[in-house]
């Protein structure tokens, strides 16, 4: 049973460009949540989604950045027209359910750098 | 002030020691977790705890719910101990978990 599988593990993307950022969650888990590290911070919630649903967006910036978790296939993190500050170590964790006693598994994270 | 704090922010010990770091709450919370993260690497979960205290191994964790406080202890510690050892809480309210800055630990040889 393979964890959760983000990728890619680095990823490098020009001022403008668009960067994707795949979560494959643990088999059987259907919760999804996405956060972010920024340099010399600590982590920080963006999205939490379950299949084809967007539950809670709270901490993603209105703008640029979207989030997607289909029927099939990974959960994606789209950051379009990247900017300096959005290099960071962008985290994905999985669980089965919902809940008080809910064990979040990470993944390695995708670091996220904007030349 | 972070709803999460938690000290010490940077802690180098000797090969052998006992560690404690603590973690500070200032919600109501569902479950705390700690977490230890290596130099770019992932993050691996080592406890959730709701209530008391759980152990694995060297490592040691116990919760307070009417302090708001718990503490990860970490016994005869060794440098591969050496990573950033983060507190995050899951509010009762909601599923999202908000974390402390984390510790960065360094164990001597």
């Known amino acids: 049973n393979a964890g959760v599988m983000q990728n890619p593990r680095h990823l490098v993307r020009r001022r403008g460009q668009e960067a994707r950022l795949r979560c494959s969650p643990m088999k059987g888990h259907s919760h999804v949540y996405w956060y972010r590290q920024l340099p010399e911070e600590g982590l920080k919630f963006m999205v939490y989604l379950q299949k084809e649903n967007i539950i809670d967006e709270s901490g993603m910036p209105k703008e640029r950045f979207s989030a997607e978790f289909p029927k099939e296939g990974p959960s994606i993190l789209r950051i379009q027209q990247v900017v300096r500050g959005d290099s960071a170590a962008y985290f994905c964790?999985?669980?089965?359910?919902?809940?008080?006693?809910?064990?979040?598994?990470f993944g390695q994270g995708t670091r996220l750098t904007v030349v | 002030k972070n709803e999460v704090e938690q000290s010490p922010q940077n802690l180098t010990a000797q090969e052998g020691e006992f560690i404690t770091i603590n973690c500070s709450y200032s919600?109501?919370?569902?479950?705390l977790h700690w977490l230890q993260q290596h130099p770019g690497g992932g993050i691996v979960s080592l406890f959730m705890?709701?209530?008391g205290k759980k152990k694995h191994g060297r490592l040691i964790a116990t919760i307070n719910i009417q302090e708001k406080h718990s503490s990860l202890h970490i016994t005869a510690s060794h440098p591969r101990d050496s990573a950033v050892y983060i507190c995050a809480v899951r509010s009762r309210y909601g599923n999202k978990l908000v974390f402390g800055a984390g510790t960065i630990l360094r164990v001597k040889s």
């Open positions: 964790a999985s669980s089965p359910m919902t809940g008080a006693n809910t064990e979040a598994f």
């Open positions: 919600v109501g919370i569902s479950a």
């Open positions: 705890l709701s209530s």
